[in-house]
């Protein structure tokens, strides 16, 4: 069988697309850190990343739902997180950096857990 320039490039391009499926981290304010104490809703421990939903206590009546993202399972690992370090129901105090847009959602920076442990994402 002869593979021809065509076939190589499209053979190319389809290995390289799980590379253009990852994104960077400039839609966070990376300089900037937020604090915020919540009840765990949903805890999620697979790849590309783990995700954790939460409820922001109620301040002046008011709760917000955010979503953070944490690093891989692999990397958080590493730094002592495992699939049962947080459970739905968990009231947990996290730091964050925000995106930039100022949608509820960040990326995680570290986490006190109910038992007063802290772990952390990044340094």
């Known amino acids: 069988m ?9 053979l190319a391009v389809l290995g390289a697309a799980p590379a253009f499926a990852h994104h960077a981290f400039n839609m966070y304010e990376n300089d900037r850190y937020v604090t915020l104490a919540g009840t765990v809703k ?16 109620p301040a002046a009546g008011k709760t917000d ?3 953070v993202e944490l690093s891989s399972p692999n990397i958080i690992g590493r730094r ?44």
Not at 51 to 57: E, G, L, Q
């Open 2 to 10: 002869k593979i021809t320039a065509p076939v190589l490039a499209f």
């Open 42 to 57: 949903t805890w999620t421990w697979k790849n590309p990343h783990a995700m954790i939903d939460f409820v922001t206590d």
């Open 65 to 67: 739902s955010w979503s």
């Open 80 to 123: 002592g997180w495992n699939m049962d370090s947080v459970h739905a129901g968990d009231h947990l105090t996290l730091t964050l950096h925000p995106m930039k847009d100022g949608s509820k959602y960040g990326l995680m920076v570290s986490v006190i857990t109910p038992k007063g442990e802290t772990l952390k994402d990044k340094d």
